[in-house]
Nanobody, 124 residues
C-alpha cells in the first residue's frame, strides 16, 4: 500500500531546532517528488518546502528560506525537514505530500498523496 507517514513533531522553544521525517511505503511513491505543507489553526494550508525525485532541486517558501532544509534519502525512502531558528508562527500541523507530475511544486493541488500530519508547536 502506498502511504506517507510523518514523524518527529513535538514541542520546542523559539529559536530551537527540530527535524521531522516522512517515511514512504510503496515503490511508486518512493520515486515521487515530495513536499512539506503546513496548516495552522484557522488558517489555510500553505507550502513550506519541496524536493524533486533525485534531491537535486529544492524549493522553499520565503517565510522559511534560510531556516529550513528539505532533504531526502532514497535508500531509506525518507524525506526530512530540518527546521532551525523556529518561531512561534511556525506552529502548525506539518504534512508530507507526494506528486508525480512536473507541475508546480508550490501548489498543493498538484500533490496526489498526503500523510496524516505531525504537530509542531513552538513556544515563545
Amino acid at each position: 500500500q502506498e502511504q506517507l507517514v510523518e514523524s518527529g513533531g513535538g514541542l520546542v522553544q523559539a529559536g530551537g531546532s527540530l527535524i521531522i521525517s516522512c517515511a514512504t511505503s510503496g515503490r511508486t511513491l518512493s520515486s515521487y517528488a515530495k513536499g512539506w505543507f503546513r496548516q495552522a489553526p484557522g488558517k489555510e494550508r500553505e507550502f513550506v518546502a519541496a524536493i524533486n525525485w533525485s534531491g537535486g532541486r529544492t524549493y522553499y517558501a520565503d517565510s522559511v528560506k534560510g531556516r529550513f532544509t528539505i532533504s531526502r534519502d532514497n535508500a531509506k525512502n525518507t524525506v526530512y525537514l530540518q527546521m532551525n531558528s523556529l518561531k512561534p508562527e511556525d506552529t502548525a500541523v506539518y504534512y508530507c505530500a507526494a506528486k508525480y507530475s512536473s507541475a508546480s511544486y508550490y501548489d498543493g493541488k498538484q500533490y496526489g498523496y498526503w500523510g496524516q500530519g505531525t504537530q509542531v508547536t513552538v513556544s515563545s
